[in-house]
């Protein structure tokens, strides 16, 4: 941001805008505490095992502006960088994603940008995840301002998969050497039976269970 820094103008929108995404953040984790909550109340099972949530640091939002060849400056980090505020929901089975895809989609004052589902299209790398970029409207004392939000929804083993793949990765700056990338994409293949395997496991308790009740 300092490049373009114009005094204190510029540094008290930097401290405003960071204050709304962590605002929005607040109000999409709650959110989604209260659907997670209310399914347990209503289907005595929670969808989410737990929600991440993080604010991209002044670093790494420089450093997508750069990447994507923009200089700098508020307006282009709101415009371009998506994913300021994020939240994260991990949850159990490749199902429960959708379940939650379409609470989220259902919510009136969440407005649905895009969608990029990376388990039915994996990336190349073997990344595997969903991905909503919703708004959230932040209320003022005077204005109400439409925030974004990323939303990365992913099972257990998708998660595990990724924190490793990124913090491997990241220690060859991008340049791992070809059968490193090809391992990990091997390891992505083995999570993704893993998880059929979890889903179709459970589906065979669940009916057992409804047999038995019966
Ligand atoms: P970028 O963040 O610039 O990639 O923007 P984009 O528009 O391509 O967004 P995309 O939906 O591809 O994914 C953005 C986020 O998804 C990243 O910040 C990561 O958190 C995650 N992600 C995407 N691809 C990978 C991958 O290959 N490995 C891992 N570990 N995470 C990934
Ligand atoms: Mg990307």
């Excluded at 940008?113 to 919703?134: A, C, F, Q, R, T």
């Excluded at 932040?138 to 939303?151: A, G, H, N, P």
Aim: hydrophobic share 35%; aromatic share 10%; charged share 25%.
């Amino acid at each position: 941001m300092e490049e373009n820094n114009n005094g204190y103008d510029s540094v008290d929108s930097w401290k405003t805008i960071m204050f709304l995404y962590n605002s929005a953040l607040k109000e999409v984790g709650t959110k989604l505490e209260i659907l997670n909550d209310e399914f347990q109340y209503v289907h005595q099972y929670n969808p989410i095992e737990h929600i991440k949530t993080r604010v991209k640091t002044a670093e790494s939002i420089v450093q997508k502006l750069r990447r994507y060849g923009y200089e700098s400056s508020i307006d282009n980090m709101v415009k371009y960088v998506n994913d300021i505020a994020g939240v994260r929901l991990i949850c159990s089975f490749t199902s429960d994603i959708y379940v939650l895809a379409e609470m989220i989609g259902k919510q009136s004052d969440l407005k649905v940008i895009s969608i990029k589902d990376y388990i039915k299209n994996p990336k190349e790398s073997g990344y595997k995840s969903y991905h909503m970029l919703v708004t959230v409207p932040i209320y003022l004392s005077d204005s109400v301002v439409d925030t974004k939000v990323e939303i990365q929804i992913r099972t257990i083993a998708m998660d595990f998969w990724a924190s490793l793949e990124h913090k491997i990765y990241y220690k060859f700056e991008g340049n791992a050497p070809e059968h490193i990338s090809q391992e990990l994409k091997e390891c992505a293949d083995m999570i993704s039976v893993l998880d059929e395997k979890m889903l179709t496991l459970n589906s065979e308790i669940l009916s057992f269970a409804a047999e038995e009740k019966r």
